[in-house]
């Protein structure tokens, strides 16, 4: 029998993105919240730059739960499985990957949130394609902007605003949204290889802009500005320059007396009484199992494992797992297109082994709805990214552009003179959710508890392969401009576990095709939230976490207003 806590009035599951930054407003709202966090504090004596460690070895080695527990994947229902990578980089740890995350804060596109209405009104409705189960968003930005600015603000987002209030500045973002003011910090530097790429971009006429990131650019908030020196992609930062939950949001919370937080916490399964409401959590520590009851529960386990958690949480209420008698938990999954890259030889040394990857220089021409789709033959595009950040190993591990044989005297000769003369761009594009894309229960595969693991059904399709083609087409364009002899396109590959997983737990008003309302409470459980990528309709083409983190305030904000009827 479990071990019977005392109640307390929310329990957030994972102390990650998006339940560290859920648990400042209900903290500082005088909410009792208890953060249960399968992974530990790690601090700054962690983060050694190590790159074998960090990006090789799995890292961290203390907690490695998302390593046991790896999604299977089959590109379709009848496809034979796909090689289970051996480890998944997400991080268990108080901050969840924000730990060591790049740390890009990317808004998303306005038309990512209307592109059912807007394609049918701009292209017409033949436009979305076939198969494609995107609804809109149930809002438009302009009801998520608040919270982006909120978010931006608690973490520390550097970055150059390209349009205030309307008015538009090409040092920053021309097809952002209207935001209500500037970054709290300005962009991260540049460096002689971020304005060489900015020149050539301009040279095309294309407005090259510095990404936002949540890194500090000068002393805020009690942390230091950011030292450059690298080896933080996949590793945390020891001088907290970067914005982890960890280091913002979550001590904040704390100090106000509100926010308790049990490590190496296993959450196993949701409860519910008779009535299908939420009582509270069970989970594992060491080998004691404990009940922590709780009068709202808020899931922020990252998508597999929301879902996952979802679909074990079985009772005679909700006998295919909870929140899913329309049997829509795992529908609607999407993982960024990120594969397909550009790589670039130059005939000059670029100077890259000083930085981060959060540090570069973006286009958004080829983004979202950008330009016009009239003349192609798909919906959606990318966002181009190059960014300064090179380490030994990822440097020697470089293409050889069909210039040098793979092994031997003259593929080291090759490298010694080349390591510092390529370069491979970073790029997002938009994938859509469709009907035979989905999340389920692995029949075979189990984690070390015995219970299945998150099994992926799930292949890009004609849409995000030509949006993908057409991003590549133009980085090409970008680097040959800037002075490359030679490039390398790799294939874009399939869905395999993702860092930018989406779905699965969608939000949306109608409830026979969504898990979650505009609020991210389930339409099925009326005290149960759910908080992450997980609820998001469509990918956008920039990184999920600031929205994940500005949803994650906005669904705290609406308990603490609606306490009452929520906890009832
Ligand atoms: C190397 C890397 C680089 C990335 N770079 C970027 C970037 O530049 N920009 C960007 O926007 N995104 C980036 N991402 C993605 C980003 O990290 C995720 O979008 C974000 O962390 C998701 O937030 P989350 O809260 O859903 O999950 P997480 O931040 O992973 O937090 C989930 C937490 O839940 C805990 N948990 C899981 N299961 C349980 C359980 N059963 N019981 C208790 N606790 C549990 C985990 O231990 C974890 O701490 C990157 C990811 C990686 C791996
Ligand atoms: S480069 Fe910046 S963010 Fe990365 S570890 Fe160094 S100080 Fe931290």
């Known amino acids: 029998m479990p071990i019977n806590l005392k109640p307390t009035d929310v329990v957030i599951v994972g102390m990650g993105a998006a339940g560290g930054v859920a648990a400042l407003p209900l903290a500082q709202a005088g909410v009792k919240v208890i953060g249960l966090e399968a992974g530990t504090w790690l601090t700054t004596r962690d983060f050694a730059p190590d790159e074998l460690r960090n990006n090789y070895r799995a890292w961290p080695h203390s907690v490695q739960k998302a390593n046991r527990e790896v999604p299977t994947h089959r590109p379709n229902a009848s496809a034979p499985y796909s090689p289970r990578p051996a480890f998944h980089p997400m991080m268990n740890g108080v901050g969840g990957t924000t730990l060591h995350y790049w740390a890009q804060s990317w808004r998303l596109s306005p038309w990512d949130f209307k592109v059912v209405s807007e394609t049918t009104r701009r292209y017409g409705a033949s436009r979305i394609p076939a198969g494609s189960t995107v609804e809109d968003w149930p809002f438009g930005i302009e009801e998520i902007e608040r919270y982006y600015d909120i978010v931006e603000h608690e973490l520390g987002v550097s970055g150059k605003a390209g349009n205030i209030d309307g008015k538009i500045d090409r040092r920053g973002n021309i097809f952002e949204a209207a935001r209500r003011r500037e970054y709290p910090m300005p962009p991260l530097r540049w460096t002689d290889w971020h304005e060489k790429m900015a020149a050539a971009a301009r040279k095309l006429g294309w407005n090259p802009f510095p990404g936002p990131a949540a890194i500090n650019s000068r002393s805020y908030d009690s942390r230091p500005g950011c030292a450059y020196h690298g080896f933080c992609a996949r590793g945390g930062c020891h001088v907290n320059a970067k914005g982890s939950t960890a280091v913002t949001t979550i001590p904040k919370a704390q100090k106000t007396g509100n926010l308790d937080i049990v490590t190496e916490a296993h959450v196993t399964q949701v409860n519910i009484d008779g009535n299908g409401r939420v009582t509270g959590v069970t989970y594992l520590k060491g080998t004691e199992e404990y009940f922590q009851p709780a009068s709202v529960v808020l899931l922020g386990m990252y998508t597999y494992e929301n879902v996952r958690t979802l679909l074990l949480s ?209 339409h099925e459980v009326p005290n149960l939230g759910i908080l992450g990528a997980s609820v998001m309709g469509t990918s956008g083409s920039h990184n999920p976490t600031l929205t994940v983190q500005a949803l994650a305030w906005r669904t705290a904000e609406y308990l603490v207003k609606n306490w009452a009827v929520v906890s009832r």
């Not at 090759?414 to 859509?432: E, I």
């Not at 998150?454 to 800037?482: H, L, P």
Request: net charge neutral.
């Open 314 to 522: 079985k009772s005679k209420a909700f006998p295919n797992g909870l929140a899913n008698n329309r049997g829509q938990v795992g529908r609607h999954y999407m993982t960024h297109a990120t594969g397909g890259g550009v790589q670039a030889l130059f005939t000059e040394n670029l100077n890259n082994w000083y930085g981060l990857p959060a540090q570069g220089v973006a286009v958004d021409e080829f983004a979202a709805d950008n330009f016009d789709h009239s003349s192609v033959d798909f919906i959606g595009g990318g966002n181009l990214f190059v960014y300064s950040d090179r380490r030994p190993i990822g440097a020697a591990s470089m293409n050889t552009f069909g210039k040098a044989p793979q092994w031997g005297s003259a593929w080291k000769a090759f490298v010694k003179q080349n390591a510092d003369r390529w370069h491979g761009a970073y790029m997002q594009k938009t994938t859509l959710p469709y009907e035979d894309n989905y999340l389920d229960l692995d029949p075979t595969v189990k984690d070390p508890l015995g219970f299945p693991v998150c099994r992926i059904t799930a292949d890009f399709k004609d849409n995000e392969r030509k949006a993908a083609t057409y991003a590549a087409d133009k980085m090409e364009q970008w680097y040959r401009a800037a002075g490359a002899t030679d490039i390398v396109r790799n294939p874009l590959g399939t869905m395999g576990p993702s860092t930018h997983a989406y779905g699965g737990t969608r939000m949306g008003d109608n409830p026979a095709s969504n898990v979650v309302n505009r609020w991210g409470i389930t």
